[in-house]
């Protein structure tokens, strides 16, 4: 069974910033697309942002834009999210998840049905 394991959750105050990591020891994650989502509590689970293989294009979706960067360490083989910037509303469950490459990231949308193997999540809550 392929889990990825993200990290870097927790508490923190409006304006204030948080870096997530995803990683696995199961895939090396160079030759996947890897996408970030996020659930809040009463929504569905959202695609934020991703990065895909092999062209390495990145996506975020409106509401985070300018505040969060997807990027990737090989070394580590370890995907990260920088959330500068933090407000409330971004108070949520985040996931990573790996797709196939080629597939679920693309330069205006993240296809949820195209990721494969999920994270347990990491909770992330905003005070205002």
């Known amino acids: 069974q392929v889990q990825l394991v993200e990290s870097g959750g927790g508490l923190v105050q409006a304006g204030g910033s948080l870096r997530l990591s995803c990683t696995t020891s199961?895939?090396?994650?160079?030759?996947?697309?890897i996408g970030w989502f996020r659930q809040a509590p009463g929504k569905e689970r959202e695609g934020i942002s991703c990065?895909?293989?092999?062209?390495?294009?990145?996506y975020y979706t409106d509401s985070v834009k300018e505040r969060f960067t997807i990027s990737f360490d090989n070394a580590k083989n370890t995907v990260y999210l920088e959330m500068n910037s933090l407000k409330p509303e971004d108070t949520a469950v985040y996931y990573c998840?790996?797709?196939?490459?080629?597939?679920?990231?693309?330069?205006?949308?993240?296809?949820?049905?195209?990721?494969?193997?999920w994270g347990q999540g990491t909770q992330v809550t905003v005070s205002p």
């Open positions: 998840a790996s797709a196939q490459a080629g597939y679920g990231c693309y330069a205006q949308t993240s296809i949820r049905s195209d990721y494969d193997y």
């Open positions: 199961a895939l090396d994650l160079k030759y996947y697309t």
């Open positions: 990065i895909g293989n092999p062209n390495r294009i990145t």
